[in-house]
């Protein structure tokens, strides 16, 4: 017989899908791999005459008529958060008193209408859903590494009781929220289950029961088959892998008679027929097509877009002040020179300004006049030339600091020029307008980015 081929990688895949989950249908396959099975295929040709036919040390029918060789294989179809009871549960629930809360009462129902119906059809293959207890203790001692001596870390222990469930929207009356906004005195459980981003969650975990014969019903027995999580956003979370083309995973069970059993989880959900796509397809374009009918609302019409292979510079700055001159009531005129190549703003558009008259006041051993003067102006840049060697000139800045006297007669205190950054980021540019005047500007490249720069 050859050699069987184990998947080892028991990781977790991530799945996306726009489809309702319930519509999520897997089949699961358990069989035991023991002595028996391998004598099942070995030709008979092989046995010698002189020897005792093995097949006699093969496990006989129970009491109840119930042969081994039927439980070591099962087969089942399951669906998103369908219930299937373990013999432990159908054991627990047949008891009434056993039954505490609406769940194990629903259940205890349940398990009744199946004995009456004939019994549950599986055997070995059992779900826990996202309302089970199993899930909840499931999370609350999930250990966060594959150490054997694992200590619980302060975070863990700190967020083992944070839950990512499926939450109720709460109440609306009159478009207010019922409860309030802000909770000036949380409690030390309100902080724990809000402190970390509760994206609603449905978990489910198919198991499997691999006691030996006669003893299906013990807890120690139980192992988890499949993990499967779904979250609101449509995001399936499947622990391990779907088996698809890849080999059978193993299970090896532990004690006195140790056993090997493999497994398959296959996706048989129903795929959607053509007609189903292209009416979802012509529902989901009509979906989105009135969503951008929506956002253009409120963009409007006032938006102006940028023409292609346009540059647009805005700049926004603001001459401060003044320092070290030798007259009172100092003033600052200044400009914008466009180069006159590709370089153009619009015809409404100032790129010269005067403040106002300042008078000065001492600072140590200087006289400063803090003018405090905002200003703006934009141009548009034509890039035809796409080359890296064919840098654009860029515009200049020039300024002239000048006083009033008692005449009203103005002299000039001094003048400077400065180019405007080019790149974006933090710049230093030292005073060059005569004894000292600090202007700044923010400058925003491109109308769609707006990224600021800021330079004094």
């Known amino acids: 017989m050859a050699a069987e081929t184990w998947n080892t990688d028991t990781g977790e895949a991530v799945y996306r899908s726009r489809d309702p989950v319930r519509n999520l249908r897997l089949r699961v396959h358990l069989q035991r791999i023991t002595s028996s099975n391998f004598l099942h295929c070995q030709p008979a040709a092989q046995l010698r005459k002189d020897l005792i036919d093995l097949a006699t040390f093969r496990p ?20 998103w958060q369908e219930k299937l009871f373990s013999q432990f549960e159908v054991d627990l629930y047949q008891n009434e008193v056993a039954c505490q809360s609406p769940l194990d009462h629903q259940y205890r129902q349940e398990i009744l209408k199946l004995e009456d119906s004939g019994g549950r059809k599986n055997q070995r293959i059992f779900t826990y859903t996202d309302s089970d207890r199993y899930t909840n203790l499931e ?41 309030r906004i802000v909770t000036w005195e949380p409690s030390e459980e309100f902080v724990r289950n809000n402190h970390v981003i509760n994206t609603p969650l449905q978990t489910m ?30 995001v399936i979370t499947v622990k391990p892998d779907f088996t698809g083309l890849k080999g059978p995973y193993r299970i090896e069970t532990e004690g006195e008679k140790p056993e090997l059993w493999k497994y398959t989880i296959d996706n048989v959900s129903s795929l959607a027929h053509r007609e189903e796509e292209e009416r979802e397809q012509r529902v989901f374009k009509d979906l989105y097509g009135r969503h951008k009918e929506y956002l253009n609302s409120l963009v409007g019409t006032d938006f102006e877009m940028t023409i292609p292979g346009t540059l647009r510079l805005f700049v926004n700055g603001e001459v401060v002040s003044a320092q070290g001159y030798e007259y009172d009531n100092l003033y600052v005129h200044f ?22 008259t300042c008078a000065t006041k001492s600072l140590g051993m200087d006289k400063v006049a803090y003018f405090s003067y905002p200003f703006t102006f934009e141009a548009s840049f034509l890039h035809e030339d796409e080359s890296d060697d064919a840098l654009p000139e860029w515009p200049v800045l020039y300024c002239e600091v000048l006083s009033l006297d008692f005449w009203q007669r103005y002299r000039v205190e001094g003048y400077g020029a400065v180019v405007l950054p080019a790149t974006s980021g933090p710049s230093w540019s030292p005073a060059p307008f005569g004894k000292g005047c600090r202007v700044c500007w923010t400058v925003w490249k491109d109308l769609a980015s707006r990224v600021p720069f800021t330079m004094c």
């Not at 129970?62 to 399951?78: L, N, T």
């Not at 400009?335 to 106002?356: A, C, H, K, Y």
């Open 139 to 179: 999370e609350h001692c999930q250990k966060m590494t594959t150490a054997a001596s694992e200590v619980p870390s302060f975070l863990v222990e700190r967020m083992a009781n944070v839950r990512r469930r499926r939450q109720d929207r709460r109440g609306m009356d009159g478009g207010v929220l019922k409860s």
């Open 205 to 234: 975990y198919i198991m499997a029961d691999l006691g030996p014969y006669g003893k299906l019903g013990y807890k120690k027995y139980e192992h988890v088959l499949c993990t499967l999580k779904v979250d609101s956003n449509g």
């Open 335 to 356: 400009f914008v020179e466009l180069p006159t190549t590709n370089w153009s703003s619009p015809d409404i558009q100032q790129l010269s300004g005067v403040t106002q």
């Open 60 to 79: 006989q029918p129970s009491a109840s008529g119930h042969r081994p060789d039927e439980d070591e294989e099962e087969e089942v179809m399951i669906g």
